[in-house]
């Protein structure tokens, strides 16, 4: 399922761009002036209008799924604590790590890319993905 998110994106992403070179290089052959409530609407309004609401429908479920599976990113000192490994990001905020940080060793400067959540007890909790960059040993 995680291989099927860029392509399902990709996809859409082509769509959306082939349908706007289309709509683009069609030939308007005629200006055809429709009598509305607010003054005359020409086709190129109606185009446009369409186009609009087109791209809005596509782009925001993009944005959304992209923002929903967005991995985090902290850096901080890696500590001892009562449930594990701990780390500190620069505003002050402590996450117990879970998942990949058995290579990690208490004392080291790091940045993590996961996820951030609370557990059931409400331990802020951040769940690693993947060493991003070591940066040695914690400075006092």
Known sequence: MKGSRPSFLLNHTCVALLLCILMAAA???AQVTIRGPIGPVTNAEIVGAFIGILAVGIITPIVIIHELHKHHRI???VEPDNNGLSI????GERYVLKGESTSLKSGERV???GNKTKDSSGIMTFRVRGLEKDYGACKP
């Open 88 to 91: 500190t990001d620069k505003k």
């Open 27 to 29: 030939p308007i052959r």
């Open 75 to 77: 850096a901080g000192c």
């Open 111 to 113: 940045m993590l890319k």
